[in-house]
């Protein structure tokens, strides 16, 4: 029993740590969005908005980002003495010293490492390499401080190593072929404990560090083995530290406990937002239920009322409760990443940290007399192993920490005896294992966690050998999509080969192999789906080659650039400055992220016989918006069943949610348990449901001059690709619907300002749809929206056509057209969706709450002040290039002709001025309007020079400005629809076919070019005349005179 001293109130000590940008951040120019300006200070700056800067204190803050070096051993220390460069000594120095004091005091002591994936907490607790983390020197320096002790004192140290994947525990010390799963147990006086978790005596450090050694193998087969990413378990390590004070008839007990939390972005990733089904389950329970506890915790430290903190609702907090507002001395790092990209995870992580201080402990010294509780533990032992044979007991001692770790020294001796020999084992394993490196060619596992790359290695002996799942094998590899004999390897004459068996996946440097393949050093290998290996030769053809840089992403950035898939084909050079678009290098890095998974869950449903076809896609990869601008992209799975051609749509949330639904799935039926779920909880199934197509871009511009608008335009689908024809009718018409006439054309939209619009948006019909082509079942709807209105017109669904009539009409009204509507037709396409609808999905309506009508029933639009047009920060990309720039100076020279002609008006009313002086009085008073004038000018002229005849129609040169305008804008329409295909118009992935797309691409954008060209030369050329010939008429009436005595530039032109 522990004696009680008063427990003094400690509260949780918080440190964080920025690392430095990894190789991924660096390429894709990364800004560091972290400052510390103290040893306590934390400051975040936000990426999108640079004032906004958020500061944190804590404890300690570390700056390991910059201001270092390596030494010669490998290490990082200080570039020079004014660097802030926080090494891993100083980090252990004053954390792990810190547990190490309270250890020694009697007081138990926990660290947690917190952060999202890739913050560092691996790096902090365990180190790679020379450069050693927490854990490994704590232990080293407490068995230093052991064997510097004098006196008449005893020291017992053991240790154990778990692992919380999915609530489960996975005891990482236990080698039984199939591990059991480990239960948590309460005990009245010690709390929860895991039963059955293996702990063993150590002596010195080297034990330690085999054990870990071997931890880290287990951890690493097993993740293999169930291709569950390491980044998602939890590891936690339990240093037990007696100290016997045999003359004082006293111990000293403390528990250690250092904790890698699972990544902490996966609470949001895996999300099961928009998702019908549960959340990706019980992988993040732990951690999201740690949260509740830390946050409970705080609340009650800062006087709140609160009833229950729950522990007990998940496995982790119930291992951590004496950590979390209990009995221990608890210390958190908060490993955060200093790039713009991960601001928001970074921000949660401080936030996260700050709760986290605000928890208070009670810890206490646990000691306890030692002949007393000897005596009481021996006897529950015994009581506990009731009739197993004396030679048992130690076995069953070191097997069950319920019974606490108050045995006898006699037992102590015993246990150390038997670990010792395991020691000697393990010796002469690993003696073997390092022997055989430096004889053998070899494969070297390569993981998505660092820490676990290089664990696992599979000897290529002279002559022969099979690899594969099953056991008799030379090579037993474990892995998803790995058969029982999946390839064999040979030795012969200095030359290593792979060959696949029948149709089994192997993959050799990205390019997948069917047949006898030689290999050669530091090849990369991946074996099944995504089991990752490289391929170290004979020692005749190694190097110093540095094989930290074959890491899991350069094998699959490999196998992605093999697929086709490369940054340059999403587009990402379109910033001037040649750097990599931070948008389109996020979807390039999702993608290449996903791309195993994706493979992985295409394995475990094809063994699950699901018959589905999982496909990546990047959403909008050649879609625009509706002011031509890119679409912000991002990564989908398209999934389809190939049986009945259904096709679904997920999002990577939906699909990181529904692959780890697919491992429980999956596992459940590896270890043959019934694998059948009901439809409604399988993860490889949803309800089906309409399915976008792709887009048309309609160009309203004709609509802001009250011209009618009838075109063909294509529906381009996510990727650039054309899924069928749109025939589609914008029309200006009377409130009654009467399609305007060429006589209410304006030549300024500034007309129209203020003034009743009434315009019919009319689907005439769809050709050619690819979706039906593919399946004759299915169907189709399309669906808008106009200008500021939220909800979405569709059309009713047509079945079973590939080019079906659709003739639907609607009719639009503006009552006070205002400038921001004007501008908006200027300057935006119209968007028509094209959906995909298949058997037994639901079609699309359109929910109207807030749609307002006219009194004629027409959809009112413009009804309220858009602020601010969408998307007016974008800037152009380079794709806009020359060709955009040309579009636009057509614009702007439109403009200025539109000015031109208002000079020439405003010149036209001077002249009739001057006109009217020399001419009857009478007449100067005439309205003074200067537009009414300009229209009127020539029938003025007219009539007087045929003396007060009535005036004739208002034909006029302003008619003609309005004709060559039309045809500007139409040939505008024509141009913009080219130009944004072309910018979409992707090279082939087969460089043979490079030629002829140069070529074409050439060609297209000549066309587009003269296109642009002829239009604004035929504009200039006209108004140029119009202008002359209407000067020429206004100075010189008579000279102009026709049969009916109108001058001659009012004639109608054809
Ligand atoms: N302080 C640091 N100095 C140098 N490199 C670092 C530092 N912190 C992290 N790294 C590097 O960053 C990478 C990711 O670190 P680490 O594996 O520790 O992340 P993690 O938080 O444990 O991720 P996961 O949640 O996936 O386990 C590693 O390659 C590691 O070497
Ligand atoms: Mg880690």
């Given at each position: 029993?522990?004696?009680?001293?008063?427990p003094?109130?400690?509260?949780?000590?918080?440190?964080?740590?920025?690392?430095?940008?990894?190789?991924?951040?660096?390429?894709?120019?990364?800004?560091?969005?972290?400052?510390?300006?103290?040893?306590?200070?934390?400051?975040?700056?936000?990426?999108k908005?640079?004032?906004?800067?958020?500061?944190?204190?804590?404890?300690?803050?570390?700056?390991?980002?910059?201001?270092?070096?390596?030494?010669?051993?490998?290490?990082?220390?200080s570039?020079?003495?004014?660097?802030?460069?926080?090494?891993?000594?100083d980090?252990?120095?004053d954390?792990?010293?810190?547990?190490?004091?309270?250890?020694?005091?009697?007081?138990?002591?926990?660290?947690?490492a917190?952060?999202?994936?890739?913050?560092?907490?691996?790096?902090?607790?365990?180190?790679?390499?020379?450069?050693?983390?927490?854990?490994?020197?704590?232990?080293?320096?407490?068995?230093?401080?052991?064997?510097?002790?004098?006196?008449n004192?005893?020291?017992?140290?053991?240790?154990?190593m778990?692992?919380?994947?999915?609530?489960q525990?996975?005891?990482?010390?236990?080698?039984?072929?199939?591990?059991?799963r480990?239960?948590?147990?309460?005990?009245?006086?010690?709390?929860?404990?895991?039963?059955?978790?293996?702990?063993?005596?150590?002596?010195n450090?080297a034990?330690?560090?085999?054990?870990?050694?071997q931890?880290?193998?287990?951890?690493t087969?097993?993740?293999?083995?169930?291709?569950?990413?390491?980044?998602?378990?939890?590891?936690?390590?339990?240093?037990?530290?007696?100290?016997?004070?045999?003359?004082?008839?006293?111990?000293?007990?403390?528990?250690?406990?250092?904790?890698?939390?699972?990544?902490?972005?996966r609470?949001k990733?895996?999300?099961?937002?928009?998702?019908?089904?549960?959340e990706?389950?019980?992988?993040?329970?732990?951690?999201?239920?740690?949260?509740?506890?830390?946050?409970?915790?705080?609340?009650?430290?800062?006087?709140?009322?609160?009833?229950?903190?729950?522990?007990?609702d998940?496995?982790?907090?119930?291992?951590?409760?004496?950590?979390?507002?209990?009995n221990?001395?608890?210390?958190?790092?908060?490993?955060?990443?200093?790039?713009?990209?991960?601001?928001?995870?970074?921000?949660?992580?401080?936030?996260y940290?700050e709760?986290?201080?605000?928890?208070?402990?009670?810890?206490?010294?646990?000691?306890?007399?030692?002949m007393?509780?000897?005596e009481?533990?021996?006897?529950?032992?015994?009581?506990?192993?009731?009739?197993?044979?004396?030679?048992?007991?130690?076995?069953?001692?070191?097997?069950?920490?319920?019974?606490?770790?108050?045995?006898?020294?006699?037992?102590?001796?015993?246990?150390?005896?038997?670990?010792?020999e395991?020691?000697?084992?393990?010796?002469?394993?690993?003696?073997?294992?390092?022997?055989?490196?430096e004889?053998?060619?070899?494969?070297?596992?390569?993981?998505?966690?660092?820490?676990?790359?290089?664990v696992?290695?599979?000897?290529?002996?002279?002559?022969?050998?099979d690899?594969?799942?099953?056991?008799?094998?030379?090579?037993?590899?474990?892995?998803?999509?790995?058969?029982?004999?999946?390839?064999?390897?040979?030795?012969?004459?200095?030359?290593?080969?792979?060959?696949?068996?029948?149709?089994?996946?192997?993959?050799?440097?990205?390019?997948?192999?069917?047949?006898t393949?030689?290999?050669?050093?530091?090849?990369?290998?991946?074996?099944?789906?995504?089991?990752?290996?490289?391929?170290?030769?004979?020692?005749?053809?190694?190097?110093?080659?540095?094989?930290?840089?074959?890491?899991?992403?350069?094998?699959q950035?490999?196998?992605?650039?093999?697929?086709g898939?490369?940054?340059?084909?999403?587009?990402?050079?379109?910033?001037?400055?040649?750097?990599?678009?931070?948008?389109?290098?996020?979807?390039?890095?999702?993608?290449?992220?996903?791309?195993?998974?994706?493979?992985?869950?295409?394995?475990?449903?094809e063994?699950?016989?699901?018959?589905?076809?999982?496909?990546?896609?990047?959403?909008?990869?050649?879609?625009?918006?509706?002011?031509?601008?890119?679409?912000q992209?991002?990564?989908m799975?398209?999934?389809?069943?190939?049986?009945?051609?259904?096709?679904?749509?997920?999002?990577?949330a939906?699909?990181?949610?529904?692959?780890?639904?697919?491992?429980?799935?999956?596992?459940?039926?590896?270890e043959?348990?019934?694998?059948?779920?009901?439809?409604?909880?399988?993860?490889?199934?949803?309800?089906?449901e309409?399915v976008?197509?792709?887009?048309?871009?309609?160009?309203?511009?004709?609509?802001?001059?009250?011209?009618?608008?009838?075109?063909?335009?294509?529906?381009?689908?996510?990727?650039?690709?054309?899924?069928a024809?749109?025939?589609?009718?914008?029309?200006?018409?009377?409130?009654?619907?009467?399609?305007c006439?060429?006589?209410?054309?304006?030549?300024?939209?500034?007309?129209?300002?203020?003034?009743?619009?009434?315009?019919?948006?009319?689907?005439?019909?769809?050709?050619?749809?690819?979706?039906?082509?593919?399946?004759?079942?299915?169907?189709?709807?399309?669906?808008?929206?106009?200008?500021?209105?939220?909800?979405?017109?569709?059309?009713?669904?047509?079945?079973?056509?590939?080019?079906?009539?659709?003739?639907?009409?609607v009719?639009?009204?503006?009552?006070?057209?205002?400038?921001?509507?004007?501008?908006?037709?200027?300057?935006?396409?119209?968007?028509?969706?094209?959906?995909?609808?298949?058997?037994?999905?639901?079609?699309?309506?359109?929910?109207?709450?807030?749609?307002?009508?006219t009194?004629?029933?027409?959809?009112?639009?413009?009804?309220?002040?858009?602020?601010?047009?969408?998307?007016?920060?974008?800037?152009?990309?380079?794709?806009?290039?020359?060709?955009?720039?040309?579009?636009?100076?057509?614009?702007q020279?439109?403009?200025?002709?539109r000015?031109?002609?208002?000079?020439?008006?405003?010149?036209?009313?001077?002249?009739?001025?001057?006109?009217?002086?020399?001419?009857?009085?009478?007449?100067?008073?005439?309205?003074?309007?200067?537009?009414?004038v300009?229209?009127?000018?020539?029938?003025?002229?007219?009539?007087?020079?045929?003396?007060?005849?009535?005036?004739?129609?208002?034909?006029?040169?302003?008619?003609?400005?309005?004709?060559?305008?039309?045809?500007?804008?139409?040939?505008?329409?024509?141009?913009?629809?080219?130009?944004?295909?072309?910018?979409?118009?992707?090279?082939?992935?087969?460089?043979?076919?490079?030629?002829?797309?140069?070529?074409q691409?050439?060609?297209?954008?000549?066309?587009?070019?003269?296109?642009?060209?002829?239009?604004?030369?035929?504009?200039?050329?006209?108004?140029?005349?119009?202008?002359?010939?209407?000067?020429?008429?206004?100075?010189?009436?008579?000279?102009?005179?026709?049969?009916?005595?109108?001058?001659?530039?009012?004639?109608?032109?054809a």
């Amino acid at each position: 029993m522990p004696t009680t001293p008063l427990p003094g109130i400690d509260t949780v000590r918080v440190a964080v740590r920025v690392r430095p940008f990894s190789q991924r951040e660096k390429n894709s120019g990364s800004k560091c969005v972290i400052s510390m300006h103290s040893r306590t200070t934390t400051t975040i700056q936000d990426p999108k908005n640079p004032e906004h800067r958020k500061t944190f204190t804590f404890d300690l803050a570390y700056w390991s980002h910059d201001g270092f070096q390596k030494d010669k051993d490998g290490v990082f220390i200080s570039a020079d003495p004014s660097s802030q460069f926080a090494s891993q000594k100083d980090i252990f120095h004053d954390l792990g010293r810190g547990i190490l004091d309270s250890a020694w005091q009697g007081y138990n002591a926990t660290l947690l490492a917190y952060g999202q994936t890739g913050s560092g907490k691996s790096y902090s607790m365990v180190g790679f390499g020379a450069n050693k983390g927490i854990i490994p020197n704590v232990c080293e320096e407490l068995f230093q401080a052991i064997e510097k002790r004098e006196g008449n004192q005893e020291y017992q140290v053991t240790f154990s190593m778990l692992e919380i994947y999915n609530e489960q525990i996975r005891d990482l010390l236990s080698r039984t072929k199939k591990p059991e799963r480990l239960k948590v147990r309460e005990d009245q006086q010690l709390g929860f404990y895991v039963d059955g978790l293996k702990s063993v005596p150590c002596e010195n450090y080297a034990q330690i560090e085999r054990l870990m050694e071997q931890g880290t193998k287990i951890r690493t087969t097993a993740s293999t083995n169930m291709n569950a990413s390491s980044s998602r378990s939890h590891m936690v390590i339990t240093i037990q530290f007696k100290q016997v004070f045999l003359d004082r008839d006293l111990t000293k007990q403390s528990s250690i406990n250092l904790v890698d939390l699972a990544g902490s972005e996966r609470q949001k990733s895996s999300g099961s937002e928009g998702d019908r089904l549960r959340e990706g389950s019980r992988v993040n329970l732990s951690l999201t239920n740690l949260g509740i506890v830390i946050s409970a915790l705080a609340d009650a430290a800062m006087g709140k009322k609160v009833l229950h903190i729950p522990y007990r609702d998940s496995v982790l907090t119930k291992l951590l409760q004496p950590a979390l507002g209990g009995n221990s001395r608890t210390t958190l790092i908060a490993a955060i990443s200093p790039a713009d990209i991960c601001y928001e995870e970074t921000l949660s992580t401080l936030r996260y940290a700050e709760r986290a201080k605000k928890i208070q402990n009670k810890a206490v010294v646990n000691t306890s007399m030692l002949m007393r509780e000897a005596e009481a533990e021996n006897n529950k032992v015994l009581l506990a192993c009731g009739n197993s044979r004396m030679a048992e007991l130690p076995a069953c001692l070191l097997a069950d920490q319920s019974l606490g770790w108050q045995t006898g020294q006699v037992t102590w001796a015993h246990q150390l005896e038997q670990a010792r020999e395991e020691w000697q084992q393990q010796y002469l394993a690993i003696a073997q294992e390092r022997q055989m490196m430096e004889t053998f060619p070899h494969l070297l596992n390569v993981n998505e966690d660092p820490q676990l790359t290089g664990v696992l290695k599979y000897f290529i002996q002279a002559g022969s050998c099979d690899a594969g799942r099953a056991a008799s094998n030379a090579i037993p590899l474990l892995g998803l999509g790995i058969t029982d004999k999946h390839a064999s390897f040979t030795n012969v004459d200095g030359k290593v080969t792979v060959t696949p068996h029948s149709k089994c996946k192997v993959v050799v440097n990205g390019v997948p192999i069917t047949t006898t393949t030689k290999l050669q050093h530091l090849d990369r290998v991946i074996l099944g789906s995504s089991s990752a290996y490289l391929y170290i030769g004979f020692p005749s053809e190694r190097g110093s080659e540095d094989l930290n840089r074959f890491d899991y992403d350069f094998f699959q950035l490999e196998r992605a650039a093999v697929e086709g898939v490369s940054m340059d084909k999403l587009g990402a050079m379109s910033h001037g400055d040649g750097m990599a678009d931070p948008s389109v290098l996020a979807v390039f890095q999702d993608y290449v992220k996903l791309m195993p998974l994706v493979a992985e869950a295409n394995q475990m449903g094809e063994e699950l016989e699901k018959g589905l076809r999982m496909e990546l896609k990047v959403k909008n990869l050649a879609s625009s918006d509706s002011r031509g601008y890119d679409l912000q992209k991002e990564v989908m799975v398209k999934v389809t069943n190939q049986r009945t051609q259904e096709v679904w749509i997920w999002s990577k949330a939906k699909f990181i949610n529904r692959k780890f639904l697919m491992e429980e799935l999956y596992q459940r039926f590896l270890e043959g348990e019934d694998s059948h779920v009901a439809q409604e909880d399988d993860p490889f199934w949803d309800p089906v449901e309409a399915v976008h197509l792709g887009s048309a871009h309609v160009w309203l511009q004709p609509l802001a001059y009250c011209m009618k608008l009838e075109e063909q335009v294509e529906f381009l689908s996510c990727d650039g690709t054309e899924e069928a024809m749109l025939h589609i009718h914008v029309t200006p018409c009377s409130p009654a619907g009467q399609a305007c006439s060429e006589e209410d054309v304006v030549i300024d939209t500034a007309e129209l300002l203020g003034k009743r619009m009434d315009f019919q948006i009319g689907l005439v019909r769809c050709l050619g749809i690819k979706w039906l082509k593919e399946g004759a079942e299915r169907g189709i709807q399309m669906g808008y929206r106009m200008y500021d209105l939220s909800s979405t017109f569709y059309t009713k669904p047509v079945w079973k056509t590939v080019n079906p009539q659709i003739e639907e009409t609607v009719q639009f009204t503006a009552l006070n057209a205002s400038q921001d509507f004007l501008n908006y037709l200027q300057t935006n396409a119209l968007i028509v969706d094209l959906w995909g609808l298949q058997e037994g999905c639901a079609q699309l309506s359109c929910s109207q709450p807030d749609l307002m009508v006219t009194s004629e029933g027409h959809v009112m639009v413009d009804t309220k002040k858009i602020s601010a047009l969408v998307d007016t920060g974008q800037t152009t990309s380079d794709q806009t290039s020359e060709l955009y720039m040309k579009l636009f100076k057509l614009e702007q020279e439109t403009e200025q002709l539109r000015n031109v002609n208002r000079a020439l008006r405003e010149e036209n009313v001077l002249l009739r001025q001057a006109l009217e002086k020399i001419g009857s009085p009478q007449q100067a008073h005439e309205p003074s309007d200067a537009l009414k004038v300009t229209q009127r000018t020539a029938h003025l002229l007219a009539a007087r020079a045929k003396n007060d005849r009535p005036a004739p129609p208002a034909a006029s040169s302003d008619r003609e400005l309005t004709d060559a305008l039309k045809i500007f804008y139409q040939s505008m329409n024509t141009a913009r629809g080219r130009f944004l295909r072309l910018r979409h118009y992707k090279p082939p992935e087969d460089d043979r076919m490079l030629r002829p797309f140069v070529y074409q691409q050439s060609q297209r954008l000549r066309d587009v070019g003269e296109l642009l060209d002829r239009s604004l030369q035929r504009l200039r050329s006209d108004v140029a005349r119009i202008a002359k010939e209407k000067r020429a008429c206004l100075l010189h009436p008579q000279q102009h005179p026709q049969a009916d005595g109108l001058p001659q530039v009012c004639e109608e032109r054809a």
